[in-house]
């Protein structure tokens, strides 16, 4: 069901019984806000009007990554870091990202952790870049072309060949050319740019979702949470998807705060 088909005062209503979560999207028109209540996609509003390559949140921290610099703040007001064109943030152990081959840490200031070219994603002590799978230090931990990589379920890594999960060594999950994995607690997702699989048991089976588009993203909070490339986000709290359309073409990446 789309939310658009949801009356506002089904949604006040809704929203005063349920809990919320509050998303940030990063797309080429900059970076959007978005309020959800349960599995119902609410409010949504541009806080930030330039390209955002990747976002990131951890314990009440905002971070962007944008062609000009790395922006921190608390989705409203921001702050230049002088780090300089990004293409990924994360957190994890402070503020790390990565672009004009450098990956770095920020401490009030940028301190180089390795030097790594066309990195496509951070997450925990990983890095996905062309080359493959990399520490953060720069060091090749394996596999080749690597879109996507997350260390909240066990390494898994999206790669332009497969999904991979590491074991004794990178083993493959599934084939196909995968550009997003996410993963919390006992949940995974992965990505190609036609289907959305999800783990259950350790099995992937592919998830049928309402609307069409590439998924750039997924999270986790309350419910689970997608977004497409074309700027259709998604909500599902255990009864199926509920969605609605952002606007916001070019979409890299979602973060909930």
Avoid at 30 to 35: F, K, M, T
Avoid at 74 to 92: I, L
Avoid at 245 to 250: A, M, N, R, V
Wanted: net charge negative; no cysteine; hydrophobic share 45%.
């Amino acid at each position: 069901m789309s939310d658009e088909d949801i009356s506002l005062d089904e949604k006040r209503v809704y929203a005063d019984k349920t809990k919320t979560a509050t998303a940030f999207v990063a797309a080429g028109a900059g970076l959007a806000r978005v309020s959800i209540s349960d599995d119902i996609v609410g409010e949504f509003s541009l806080e930030h009007r330039s390209t955002v390559t990747d976002v990131a949140t951890a314990d009440g921290r905002l971070a962007i990554a944008t062609p000009e610099d790395v922006l921190i703040g608390d989705g409203e007001a921001f702050v230049e870091t002088g780090f300089g064109p990004a293409t990924a943030v994360d957190y994890h152990d402070g503020l790390v990202a990565a672009g004009g081959g450098t990956v770095a840490r920020y401490d009030g200031g940028w301190e180089p952790l390795g030097d790594l070219d066309d990195v496509r994603a951070i997450d925990g002590d990983m890095v996905a870049a062309a080359s493959g799978i990399h520490r953060l230090d720069g060091t090749h931990v394996g596999l080749d072309a690597a879109t996507d990589v997350t260390t909240a379920v066990g390494p898994l890594a999206a790669t332009e060949s497969g999904l991979y999960y590491l074991a004794n060594g990178w083993m493959s999950a599934l084939d196909g050319a995968f550009s997003v994995v996410a993963g919390a607690g006992e949940t995974a997702h992965a990505a190609t740019a036609e289907t959305l699989y999800e783990r259950d048991g350790g099995e992937w089976s592919p998830v049928e979702l309402p609307v069409g588009g590439a998924v750039a993203g997924v999270a986790y909070a309350e419910a689970t949470y997608a977004v497409t490339e074309d700027g259709t986000f998604l909500a599902n709290a255990g009864d199926g998807w509920r969605h609605r359309s952002l606007g916001l073409p070019d979409v890299a990446a979602i973060a909930v705060l």
